[in-house]
């Protein structure tokens, strides 16, 4: 007869579909115990886990009874109505007061890869069973239709409900101003003209359906960054850097920029955090070692983790598939379904 140690260590084999991380280690497990000979388990599951419950329990039964346990168990799905959190500094009349969680993707300075991981972890949280939507805000240097294969589209205009349909792909539902402009054609506006075509995008646009909006904001600390703190009532800002000091200076204004503008931070990403070389597994530190962890520590933020430096994460977003989907059994793909089940458990808490 195995003990309840030796069942748990069983249910350790069984890992979250997407995510290198077993149902004990991620506190599914709530309870194991022995009577009459059989194993009472019980398992819990958060409502992200969406559409991988079938699979999670398929993978239970399977390991146990290979391992000749004789079990009951009890497999709960979680389905608690979201709560939109309300940003103290967000003005009343937010224009996207319907959708229940809506996240900034930050970086306080260029070059480090905010916009991949905005669409990585928007296609992630779809795949997790959100109803995801992505708004690009970088109107000089708008990335999301490439990365989500659609730069040759355009989006609809709904006459009747005067609303603009945004384009849907890998479950996905974005908007940019680069569907509405020549792609070859650089934006020259002033503030006011950016500012108000943010709004048009939020206003203007047929978000309907979506539980979850990611902003992919522009880098820096500008006018689009404050005007959307002020205007809607985000639930929270993921702050986007790379492990080296140059990075993790301007990562550190644009958290204090979300304190100021009394944004929860969610986290601090590092990206590009490091290379494993693909033909004899050596690890490159290229842009250096733990500067995004010191950096939340000494910040006060939650660390969201690493994403490596894996030539196949450029090559989706120039293709317009993003890793998560082009090869989700990678390296990075694992690390981005790690963060987004991390930020939906966050924002469902």
């Not at 069983?10 to 995510?19: K, S, Y």
């Not at 300075?109 to 109803?131: D, E, F, I, M, P």
């Not at 240097?141 to 006459?159: A, R, T």
Request: glycine share 10%; with cysteine; hydrophobic share 40%.
């Amino acid at each position: 007869m195995p003990s309840t140690s030796q069942v748990v260590n069983v249910l350790r084999t069984v890992l979250f579909p997407g995510i290198d991380r077993d149902i004990v280690t991620l506190g599914y497990v709530k309870d194991v115990t022995e009577s009459d000979g059989r194993f009472q388990i019980r398992v819990e599951l958060s409502p992200t886990a969406g559409t991988a419950r079938d699979a999670i329990e398929a993978s239970i039964r399977t390991a146990l009874e290979n391992a000749s346990i004789p079990y009951d168990l009890d497999l709960r799905a979680q389905r608690a109505a979201p709560v939109s959190p309300r940003t103290p500094g967000a003005e009343a009349a937010d224009p996207l007061a319907q959708i229940p969680f809506k996240i900034a993707i930050s970086s306080g300075k260029g070059g480090v890869g905010k916009s991949t991981v905005a669409v990585n972890l928007a296609v992630a949280a779809a795949q997790l069973g959100k109803r995801v939507g992505l708004l690009d805000t970088d109107i000089y240097g708008p990335s999301v239709p490439l990365m989500m294969g659609l730069e040759e589209s355009q989006p609809m205009f709904d006459e009747d409900r005067g609303k603009l349909i945004p384009l849907e792909r890998y479950d996905v539902k974005n908007i940019s101003i680069g569907y509405l402009v020549d792609r070859h054609t650089p934006v020259i506006w002033r503030g006011p003209m950016i500012g108000k075509a943010i709004d048009q995008l939020m206003r203007d646009v047929d978000w309907s359906g979506v539980d979850l909006l990611f902003f992919d904001l522009p880098p820096g600390t500008g006018d689009i960054q404050i005007s959307l703190a002020q205007k809607v009532a985000l639930s929270g800002a993921v702050v986007v850097s790379t492990p080296q000091d140059v990075a993790l200076i301007d990562a550190a204004k644009g958290v204090e920029m979300f304190r100021k503008t009394e944004v929860p931070i969610l986290g601090l990403l590092e990206n590009m955090s490091f290379f494993c070389c693909p033909s004899c597994g050596t690890r490159s530190d290229i842009f250096g070692q733990g500067g995004g962890q010191r950096e939340a520590t000494r910040l006060g933020v939650p660390f969201l983790g690493q994403i490596p430096l894996e030539p196949a994460v450029r090559e989706g977003g120039d293709e317009g598939r993003p890793i998560v989907v082009r090869d989700p059994k990678s390296a990075s793909a694992r690390a981005f379904f790690e963060v987004a089940r991390a930020l939906l458990e966050k924002l469902e808490a």
